[in-house]
T-cell receptor, first 114, second 113 residues
Framework: AQSVTQLDSQVPVFEEAPVELRCNYSSSVSVYLFWYVQYPNQGLQLLLK??????LVKGINGFEAEFNKSQTSFHLRKPSVHISDTAEYFCAVSTQGGSEKLVFGKGTKLTVNP | DAGITQSPRHKVTETGTPVTLRCHQT?????MYWYRQDPGHGLRLIHYSYGVKDTDKGEVSDGYSVSRSKTEDFLLTLESATSSQTSVYFCAISTGQYNSPLHFGNGTRLTVT
């Protein structure tokens, strides 16, 4: 079975600084990877996804992630964060294509300070 | 935003009472899901549905039942609520097509006292 590890539970950064949120997965077969964002008192929404093809994936709000098969990682990055990026970010992995097989990480809370 | 409405948004109930949470969608999506979110656990799948009257268990289904009598409605029932079921519950929908994204409702915060 697949699993997801988000290495940092909380990441504080200053506004306009770069940020990287780390995600590692465990699977013996091909994977499909996702990042979701949850703003306070809201549900999750999709930031970006990797299914196949280019390992660098661009998402909404200036975020991007890079799939690294050899390191089994899918880290999320943004070169310059805004206060409005304060939210919780979830990495998720699926190996069988169906959303019912999606496994979520425990989340990383990003706090952007002025 | 995907048309997903969860009701109620907040509920406080006592141990041992039955509770039903409702998810209503206006997108005509085939798949619907119930997740619970707890600090330190992320999201865990409780039950899901792949069509009217077609449901299956997720990772943490014990103590929960679901029903889907119409495409647009997916009900989650706690037959006899326990304090361990205090959580935030999210409904999600998807088309069911290959790796289609999940669209989430805004959640129901349930407190069992």
């Amino acid at each position: 079975a697949q699993s997801v590890t988000q290495l940092d539970s909380q990441v504080p950064v200053f506004e306009e600084a770069p940020v990287e949120l780390r995600c590692n997965y465990s699977s013996s077969v091909s994977v499909y990877l996702f990042w979701y964002v949850q703003y306070p008192n809201q549900g999750l929404q999709l930031l970006l996804k990797y299914l196949s093809g280019s390992t660098l994936v661009k998402g909404i709000n200036g975020f991007e992630a890079e799939f690294n098969k050899s390191q089994t990682s899918f880290h999320l990055r943004k070169p310059s964060v805004h206060i409005s990026d304060t939210a919780e970010y979830f990495c998720a992995v699926s190996t069988q294509g169906g959303s019912e097989k999606l496994v979520f990480g425990k989340g990383t809370k990003l706090t952007v300070n002025p | 935003d995907a048309g997903i409405t969860q009701s109620p948004r907040h509920k406080v109930t006592e141990t041992g009472t039955p509770v039903t949470l409702r998810c209503h969608q206006t997108e005509n999506h085939r798949y619907m899901y119930w997740y619970r979110q707890d600090p330190g656990h992320g999201l865990r799948l409780i039950h899901y549905s792949y069509g009217v009257k077609d449901t299956d268990k997720g990772e943490v289904s014990d103590g929960y039942s679901v029903s889907r009598s119409k495409t647009e409605d997916f009900l989650l029932t706690l037959e006899s609520a326990t304090s361990s079921q205090t959580s935030v519950y999210f409904c999600a929908i998807s088309t069911g097509q290959y790796n289609s994204p999940l669209h989430f409702g805004n959640g129901t915060r349930l407190t069992v006292t």
